[in-house]
């Protein structure tokens, strides 16, 4: 179906939109077969992944009339609005009714389920059984609607929609990168795994962000520095006036600078990444947004979470900050305790759920939070203490690349994958196992 070549990606949900969009246009064929059309579709996911680019397709697919309800007027109003657009499917049915952001209907109090609006769209719902009337709906939170709402009957089919990757990640950002006109030597590709977990319209965002910078400064094309300029803007919330500054100001071995610690515990984050899990490493920075101080390690999501080994590497990578900045200047890091709740929490889960230390300690931290505690916690903390001697052997073994990234990262800023290779070509990699 044309209608869903817009969608880029995501194949699986658009089969099963268009099989649905097959039964609403060309319903008297199932009717022969004595089957009923689903009556309701709810899509769910966070903002921007294409909830509404997606309805839109499936009710042109479906050559329906569509009637579509967006929260726009205060409670009372809406209340009406609801009715009425109700009152409109129900009497030009065959028709489509569109409740897109659902969540949002009743923003008097999004927690509370039994708000006029949702009880008014569940009998409205009701009052349309038997006619050719099919509810769709979008919601970026479904856990704020009433469970009786999203029962069979009322949404037959409940759809989660999450951010690209892979592939649908890469085939999106070339869609976008080839709608702008002049445009350099950009890697679809690079720029995906740059903007790894991030939606559908940041990755739309970010090239027109970029598009808006080149066209500032005069420049006949876009170009990859424009892209990542823009990905370190629009996402990682960095004023212009410090991309723009190059080279920082700061003594990178005076351990009394703040930015001076930023540079070594990022390389540290870094430079630990890249030995356990190599090439993963997409983005380094000393700053990160307006409101913090510290900097930033992105790291692309490999989907190897199930894996035991590249756990435990993530607990070093969380570590590796600290430890390198106990490791260059004989100090102790205080601004880890993010580092250390992300490290604390995964060897936990290792060790309390997945039995990483014994079957002895399999507990529910969700039955029995206070035995899991007072049994795991010690375990966890003497597998962390092992974790951080690994991870301070790994950079002991890499110093050539902890400083590689360091004096680079205070050359620049900021560092990309590609800068990430340059260092480590430049420099033995040494392994250490956990
Ligand atoms: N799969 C996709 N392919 C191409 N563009 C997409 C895709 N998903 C979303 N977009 C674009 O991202 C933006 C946000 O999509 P939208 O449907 O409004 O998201 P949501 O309803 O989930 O918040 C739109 O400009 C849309 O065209
Ligand atoms: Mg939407």
Redesign the pocket.
Known sequence: MKEFD?????DAIKKELMQIGDVLKNNESYKKLGVTAPRGLMLH??????????ASALMEASGRKAIICRKDKPNGDFVKALKAAFKEAKETAPSIIFL??MDKFANGDSRRRDQEEYVTVQSCIDNIKGKDVFVLA?A?DIDVLPSSLLRAGRFDRVIE?CN?RGD?AVN?MA??IKQKKCVGEIDAAVVARLLDGC???EL?TAINEAGLLAGYERADVITMDHVIKACLHTVHDIPNDVLNRGHLDVDIYDANEQVTRVIWHEAGHAAVAEVLDPGSVTLVSAYSGNKSSGGFTSQYNNGNNGIIEYRMADVCISLAGKAALEQKFGITDIGVSRDLEQAFRTVTMLIGGCCSGGFNLHLDRFENPDETEARVDPAAAVEIERLYRKTKEILAKNNDLLCGIAKALFEKSYLTAADIEKIKSNCRVVLVSL
Do not use: F
């Not at 817009?6 to 995501?10: A, L, T």
């Not at 996911?45 to 997606?54: E, I, N, R, Y």
């Open positions: 817009k969608v880029i990606g995501y996911g966070d903002p921007g992944v294409g909830k509404t680019l997606m897109d952001d979008t970026n929609v690209p649908d999106i869609h976008y939606s559908c319209a739309e």
